[in-house]
């Protein structure tokens, strides 16, 4: 059974960094691109980042570029987004997605999520 | 402001049919496959359509796809009361270099 379990949310100050993490298990992680995706408190869905199997190529939403970065460990099936300079703005749930394929962008399995709250 | 322009709420009877549009551009959804997602409250969003008009296993064939020029549609046809949720239309943007949301669609089941 795929499982994907985000860790490593919480509270944060503004400008603070904080450190996410996903664990994957019951596929062969390392063959699938990876995801992060959120949702601030009442508004849609937002793609963040994207992850290719062997981490050789990365993609940004502008909103996230040069305060975010995405990577993975395929020896400990992780994948991770390590977030700073954090805004209120940045509030939302996170969560983490595995990519079908490496022709579509279909994400067919979700983390629960990790609540993310950035506030003084 | 989503690129990937969908009505922010529908509603109909249930037993009825829904159809939900997605409105994009020649750099996403005329050039790339359309993804529609449900995101039911407290849970998760899954995967409901993918490849325009290609269903998942075990998503009921009540739901379908479609995608022509630079838009698309997710109908729901048979409406159950579990239907009520969020649904949103995804799609890759070859400009942007990045996979879009639209803004989501609130489904009321009456």
């Known amino acids: 059974e795929v499982q994907l379990v985000e860790s490593g949310g919480g509270l944060i100050q503004p400008g603070g960094s904080l450190r996410l993490s996903c664990a994957a298990s019951g596929f062969t992680f390392s063959t699938y691109p990876m995801t992060w995706v959120r949702q601030a408190p009442g508004k849609g869905l937002e793609w963040l980042s994207y992850?290719?199997?062997?981490?050789?190529?990365?993609y940004y939403a502008d909103s996230v570029k040069g305060r975010f970065t995405i990577s993975r460990d395929n020896a400990k099936n992780s994948l991770y987004l390590q977030m700073n300079s954090l805004r209120a703005e940045d509030t939302a749930i996170y969560y983490c997605a595995r990519v079908s394929t490496i022709l579509t962008v279909d994400l067919d399995y979700w983390g629960q999520g990790i609540l993310v709250t950035v506030s003084s | 402001q989503s690129v990937l322009t969908q009505p922010p709420s529908a509603s109909e009877t249930p037993g009825q049919r829904v159809t939900i549009s997605c409105s994009g551009s020649s750099s996403n959804i005329g050039s790339n496959y359309v993804y529609w997602y449900q995101d039911l409250p407290g849970t998760a969003p899954k995967l409901l359509i993918y490849k325009n008009a290609q269903r998942p296993s075990g998503v009921p064939d009540r739901f379908s796809g479609s995608k022509s020029g630079t838009s698309a549609s997710l109908a729901i046809s048979g409406l159950r009361s579990e239907d009520e949720a969020d649904y949103y239309c995804a799609a890759w943007d070859d400009s942007l270099s990045g996979l879009l949301f639209g803004g989501g669609t609130k489904l009321t089941v009456l």
């Open positions: 992850i290719s199997g062997s981490s050789s190529t990365i």
